[in-house]
């Protein structure tokens, strides 16, 4: 892909910062820009001002709604949401399970489930993770057994984010135990309204419920919410997994946080006369970080350039994972360094009660190793890393 951006291009990057300034709410930007988390209600109002604009799912198809964006302008859009700090739609709905159904999802399926996702109406979470069962996936063990135009489900589900919001949960269900443990799988959608479902909360290491533990006890699910065929689901699950992998490199995000980290470097001092932007063992790590991230946005573009002529994501995603997983835990640790001993004490109620940015100085203490303790799952969620590298080893080195 050519990195120079045509005339066209250029429009459009002003098209789209123009409307970011204008539409994106002053006071959710406020909001972000003091590291204070978006509600439900405010993250769907805005979900909801880019549904009317025509661009809540910008790698849909035009005939389920979407603008019908080249990979270059779906990259120009995520980049100056990052930028800005605009949150992009929750993902669960919007990038994973929607592509599931519009690739294998009957025509009923699509008629009833996009259209709510499409214009946030509906909130999803992912039922994958178990206890035992993470990154060797295929492991799972929740069972859906059918009983007439019903499956009954009985399991558990770990690591499920903002399930306590859900309207739906996906989920991975065993439907076979007398086959290969990666052919006895099924895909099925489920109320979260079912009778017989219970969360638990998780707390986070940085105070903040953010998972959830989800118990089915003899769930009983219409068969029409099983996507596609019976034990097929693992094949289903891949993809929804590689596009996930790709739409968590977080280069938007990592620029952001690069211009907030070198404004902050700049605000320092160093302890030796200068400022720490100044200071020749800083400035390498923030050099590195940015040659590391330009190398990661041009491996996303690749695999855009991929997506653009009709390919699904592939294991190079993996690499997309990797690499943009570690580089933001790399930048946390930059924060943290910058900040030395304000980055303690923890106080976790200081990251709901927002803070500037990741400023240093005693009445913001807490900024750096808040943001540095959640990032600790990034390497994990989307399948682990260690995971990723086998991954890659195979598929890609042919290993």
């Not at 990979?71 to 990038?95: D, N, V, Y």
């Not at 980055?343 to 808040?370: I, K, T, W």
């Amino acid at each position: 892909m050519n990195a120079d951006y045509t005339a066209e291009e250029l429009a459009f990057e002003i098209e789209v910062r123009t409307f970011l300034e204008n539409e994106f709410p002053a006071e959710y930007k406020a909001k972000v820009d003091a590291n204070i988390r978006l509600g439900k209600e405010e993250l769907t109002h805005w979900q909801k001002i880019l549904f009317k604009k025509g661009w809540a799912a910008t790698s849909w198809p035009v005939e389920h709604g979407g603008p019908g964006w080249t990979p270059t302008q779906r990259h120009i859009f995520a980049t100056e949401l990052g930028m800005i700090g605009a949150p992009e739609p929750i993902p669960f709905g919007m990038k994973m399970v929607a592509p599931v159904i519009m690739a294998y999802g009957n025509e009923e399926q699509k008629k009833r489930f996009l259209p709510d996702i499409l214009e946030s109406n509906v909130w999803w979470c992912q039922g994958y993770s178990e206890p035992n069962s993470g990154s060797d996936l295929a492991s799972l063990k929740t069972a859906a057994v059918r009983d007439g135009d019903e499956y009954v489900v009985n399991g558990q589900k770990t690591w499920n984010t903002y399930g306590q919001y859900a309207d739906w949960i996906f989920c991975l269900v065993r439907t076979d135990n007398t086959v290969k443990k990666q052919e006895g799988i099924s895909f099925l959608l489920i109320d979260m309204k079912t009778p017989g479902i219970t969360l638990k909360p998780i707390v986070l290491i940085d105070g903040h419920h953010e998972v959830n533990e989800v118990f089915f006890d003899d769930v009983r699910v219409p068969a029409e919410n099983l996507i596609g065929e019976e034990n097929k689901g693992w094949t289903y699950a891949k993809v929804l997994l590689t596009h996930e992998r790709t739409n968590i490199s977080g280069v938007p995000r990592g620029k952001r946080r690069l211009k907030a980290l070198k404004r902050i470097a700049l605000e320092t001092d160093d302890g030796f006369g200068g400022n720490m932007l100044e200071n020749a063992s800083f400035k390498t790590k923030i050099a590195e970080a940015e040659i590391e991230l330009q190398a990661l946005e041009y491996a996303e573009l690749r695999t855009l350039s991929a997506l653009s002529v009709g390919k699904a994501p592939g294991p190079e995603s993996s690499i997309l994972k990797i690499v943009g997983t570690e580089l933001a835990q790399s930048i946390d640790a930059l924060f943290v360094e910058i900040a030395g001993n304000h980055s303690l004490p923890f106080v976790p109620e200081q990251f709901e009660n927002g803070f500037e940015g990741h400023a240093v100085g005693p009445g913001n203490s807490a900024a750096s190793a808040l943001t540095y303790f959640n990032s600790r799952k990034l390497t994990i969620f989307g399948g682990s890393n260690e995971v990723q590298r086998n991954i890659i080893s195979k598929a890609v080195l042919g290993l």
